[in-house]
């Protein structure tokens, strides 16, 4: 206890409790010592330590108990106050938006306190430039880039929340390309040559008919079926319904448009949509009908669907759960990855699950479909 009245004096506490508080609180007091001396040990060894997890921002213990002889409200300004202020501007901001904005937050926070900066009130140009030279070591500059706008945005918004005074990262400017670069950033993502394409039709999923252990199940198989047959992102095939396949003059075709809420399932046979296949789509152009190629059908995909219908679901894939971020396909992306590496031996980073949409549009314009066709099937 003597320890803890000495912290408590040092922060401008004076603690004088019962005798029975003297025991609890120097107890909890010991507990916390001894967790935070583990985790310097933890540090000094080379274990990464998330310092927002184990020691979260908290006000100066005056504020509670003693506000009247607190410091100056300036101090209250925190990394967690500023990026909430932001992220609750926008009633129900998309969860990957804030999990991106908030990477780029907890980057600066950390560099910061590298450097001796302990609140977002104290950051500097000069700590936002030199901020961005590091970032530009660790990941791609079109990254940095986006970061230092999100960075930028935030800070913004804590300018006019009158929070602080100035935005530091305001005349800031991100880095620029090399024509080296920018010939590589238009070929981030490629579409799958025909061997390619081959070895993964012809896969254990396909020819043994494998599936994935987890919660992708028959995702495994038809995701990738569908994405090379429709162009559809990844997103759009994960989150379909079975009132998405609809018949109308003897053609095919899938809806695909969001689905905001469950208010009109007294209008489908089908049941109720769940929670976690409601979706909002990219942008307005997404909103299309694509037409169902014949092929899919001989693959049994009506077949696959009455099942579907038979076991009670309204979805196609009522496996899949979102994930961190919200995304109904992001356990799949990992599952396919993790198939044309280690089985299929693709390594080229640039073919990904999304290849398929290059590969869709690669066809289109070798049937010479005319542009603006193309581009509503593709939803752009």
Known sequence: FPALAQFALLCGVLYEPSERERRSSGLSFSRFLIKALDL???????????????APEVPHPLYCIAPSRAP????????????ER??????NRPKSTTVANKTAWTDLRRFAELHGVATPRDVTRELILSFVDDM???????????????IRKIFNRAVKSLKIDVNP????DGRQLSSVDKRRQKKKRMPFNEDELRSIFSSQVFREHRRSEGQCGEATYWIPVLMYFTGARPE????LALR??????????????????????????????????????????????IPVAPQLFELGLQRYVDFVRASGSSVFFPTLKPDVVGKLSGAFVKVFSRIKIHELQINDSRKVLYSFRHNM????????????VLRRILGH
Not at 40 to 54: A, W, Y
Not at 72 to 83: D, G, I, M, N
Not at 169 to 172: G, L, N, Q, R, T
């Open 86 to 91: 932001w992220r609750d501007q926008v009633p």
């Open 40 to 54: 310097q040990i933890s540090r000094m060894n080379g274990d990464p330590i998330l310092t927002e997890s184990v």
């Open 169 to 172: 990262a305001e005349d800031v």
């Open 361 to 372: 549009k690669d066809m289109l314009e070798r049937a010479q479909v005319p542009s603006k």
């Open 244 to 289: 998405d396949l609809i018949q109308e003059d003897g053609r095919w075709y899938l809806d695909i448009r969001d689905r905001f809420s469950d208010e009109d399932e007294d209008l489908f046979d089908d049941g109720l949509i769940p929670k976690t296949h409601l979706r909002t789509l990219k942008n307005a152009a997404s909103t299309r009908r």
């Open 236 to 239: 759009e095939v994960a989150g």
């Open 72 to 83: 100056a409200s300036p101090h209250l300004v925190t990394w967690e106050s500023l990026f």
């Open 136 to 150: 530009c070591k660790r990941v791609a500059v079109p990254t940095a880039n986006d970061r230092l706008e999100m």
